[in-house]
């Protein structure tokens, strides 16, 4: 019986292993749980839902056209290999496809777009790739970059990316806006007839609108319609039935979604607990916090039912306590020393 080679410590591997750290567990994507194949998932515009930091109520009306609902239905029942050259309507203003439908002048006159975001590589843009100019000029469509080097700087662009088909919304409605003082319209009411109204619609594409791009999507319906990562994964597939979001994407989409939920609550606590003579125009997230001291400590202690004997143990880490400051300015300290 051969045994394996040992090492110089006289020992051997029980099992195989590798010198990198272990992975994290993969990201499941589960199907939609529906009672029959036909069913559509559906979403609605939610006020609650929205950083009230980022956007305001009557902004969202007007980007969802009063929170109306948006369906997707399983793709796959008629999906072709042809429709990945293709894009879809993600949201009835929001296409994600490929970059070469974004040079289609047919396709993007017949969609009225008005807005090309493309998410692409750093290395692309230094080589001035996947920039489609010419048709965006030729056109009148305006032409936006989300430009990364790799999935991690994504969580950074998401914001970028997401504000970019916010404005252009916004911009496209107010530009049409009636503009006539008998008429009251409010910001998140239709003030263009209905055969006149010329709505704003982007899209977001890559390569091959399965990756990057679609991180760009799926982040957008978590900020805007409150969606859960997947949730809004979810809904993407069963729209463009081709993505693919790799393990590598889905860290970083789900990392964005415990953010965005961090900052939603912490805004609308802020927003509820603001006094009433602070300015509505000063933004929540610009409220000043105070930290707890020490008395405010052992009373939360108090009420939360801690005994006297924990209360004082932990009380006696503070007696005599000498002050500290963690950075010294050396201009002061020179000036000390010469003094003294």
Not at 10 to 22: H, I, K, L, W
Not at 39 to 66: C, F, G, R
Not at 253 to 263: F, G, P, T
Request: hydrophobic share 40%; aromatic share 8%.
């Amino acid at each position: 019986m051969e045994y394996p080679t040992s090492s110089r410590h006289g020992a051997v591997p029980a099992a195989p292993y590798s010198m990198r750290p272990p992975s994290p567990p993969s990201i499941v994507i589960p199907a939609p749980i529906l009672s029959y194949a036909n069913e559509h998932i559906k979403v609605v515009p939610d006020y609650e839902k929205v950083d009230p930091a980022s956007l305001s109520a009557n902004d969202l009306k007007i980007i969802t056209q009063n929170h109306k609902e948006q369906l997707a239905q399983d793709s796959a029942l008629n999906w072709t290999y042809e429709n990945r050259r293709v894009a879809q309507p993600i949201l009835d203003f929001l296409y994600l496809g490929p970059s070469s439908i974004a040079r289609d002048r047919e396709w993007l006159r017949k969609e009225g777009i008005t807005m090309l975001l493309a998410a692409r590589d750093s290395q692309m843009a230094v080589m001035h790739l996947m920039a489609p100019k010419k048709v965006a000029q030729e056109l009148g469509i305006q032409l936006e970059y989300i430009d990364v080097s790799g999935y991690n700087e994504l969580i950074r662009a998401f914001p970028t990316a997401i504000r970019k088909i916010n404005d252009h919304m916004l911009n496209v409605f107010r530009e049409q806006r009636i503009t006539n003082a008998q008429m009251q319209v409010g910001d998140g009411k239709m003030a263009i007839p209905n055969d006149k109204f010329r709505r704003g619609k982007v899209l977001v594409f890559c390569e091959t609108g399965n990756d990057r791009s679609a991180g760009v999507v799926v982040a957008y319906l978590m900020s805007i319609f409150g969606l859960t990562m997947i949730e809004a994964c979810q809904f993407v597939h069963f729209k463009r039935f081709c993505v693919s979001l790799t393990d590598d994407l889905r860290f970083v989409m789900k990392s964005y979604e415990d953010l965005l939920s961090a900052q939603r609550t912490v805004h609308w606590h802020e927003l509820e607990n603001r006094p009433t003579q602070t300015n509505e125009n000063v933004a929540p997230s610009s409220v000043h916090k105070h930290k707890r001291g020490i008395e405010a400590i052992v009373d939360g202690d108090e009420e939360m039912g801690g005994d006297d004997e924990s209360i004082r143990l932990d009380y006696d880490r503070f007696l005599d306590r000498q002050r500290f400051v963690p950075f010294v300015d050396m201009a002061d300290e020179d000036m000390a020393e010469e003094s003294n």
